[in-house]
């Protein structure tokens, strides 16, 4: 089956600093990762939609400049959160899809997530 | 644009009796419906999602229809068991194959004794 593995599992850093998540799928190939943003407040927020081979969409309110994301394989994509505020605070998602038809080619398969909380 | 309505926030049951959790949605292209099921502290699993030839997808007893006619994708079950509580999100996928889900804000299902 399709399984992604996104670590750390939580963190916490100080206002200020930056940290890296990280994002793996097994068992198949993902072409598209999708890092999401789900707050107490707010539902799934799209940070960025990132294809292999293909330039990173980052959504409106998101940049390259605060959530750089690397994808350089099928199996693995990382985004870092740099200078993190109090408003960065949240549980961030990946999303990881397969290739296909129909639906398929929109079924994102979501890792547990990182918890981020900053001090 | 892409927007997902899910009317009940929170949705409180009597273990046995029917559920339904509402869907609608409204979509530029033409949309793929998906149910996923997030448990505390795990993540979004993948429930149910939408055929293109009206077949009505079902998975742990939940089934949807997709009625493009109203756009909705409701989630229904027959009988509520209390290991269904958790929190339910509708999304929509866009035919334009963009990879892009667009999330409703979520609703709880507490199923109690």
């Known amino acids: 089956g399709a399984l992604v593995y996104q670590y750390p599992r939580r963190t916490i850093c100080k206002s200020g600093t930056s940290m890296r998540m990280e994002c793996q799928a097994v068992?198949?190939?993902?072409?598209?990762v999708a890092w999401y943003r789900q707050s107490p407040q707010k539902t799934f927020e799209l940070i960025a939609l990132?294809?292999?081979?293909?330039?990173?969409?980052?959504e409106q309110n998101f940049t390259q400049e605060k959530f750089p994301i690397s994808h350089p394989n099928l199996s693995f994509s990382s985004m870092t959160v740099l200078n993190a505020y109090l408003e960065d605070r949240g549980l961030y998602l990946c999303?990881?899809?397969?290739?296909?038809?129909?639906?398929?080619?929109?079924?994102?398969?979501f890792g547990a997530g990182t918890r981020l909380s900053v001090l | 644009g892409d927007s997902v309505t899910q009317t009940e926030g929170l949705v409180t049951l009597t273990e046995g009796l029917p559920v339904m959790l509402n869907c609608t949605y409204q979509?530029?292209?033409?949309?793929?419906l998906f149910w996923y099921v997030q448990h505390l502290n795990e993540a979004p699993k993948l429930l149910l999602k939408?055929?293109?030839?009206?077949k009505r997808p079902e998975h742990q007893g939940f089934h949807a229809t997709l009625h493009k006619s109203s756009s909705s994708f409701h989630l229904q079950k027959s009988s509520a068991q209390l290991s269904d509580s958790a929190l339910y999100y509708c999304?929509?996928?866009?035919?334009?194959?963009?990879?892009?889900?667009?999330f409703g804000h979520g609703t709880i299902l507490r199923v109690h004794p």
């Open positions: 999303g990881a899809r397969e290739p296909g038809l129909g639906a398929s080619q929109n079924t994102l398969y």
């Open positions: 068992g198949f190939q993902a072409t598209s």
């Open positions: 990132s294809t292999v081979n293909s330039a990173i969409k980052y």
């Open positions: 979509s530029t292209y033409s949309p793929f």
């Open positions: 939408s055929f293109t030839d009206n």
């Open positions: 999304a929509l996928g866009s035919g334009a194959n963009t990879g892009k889900l667009t």
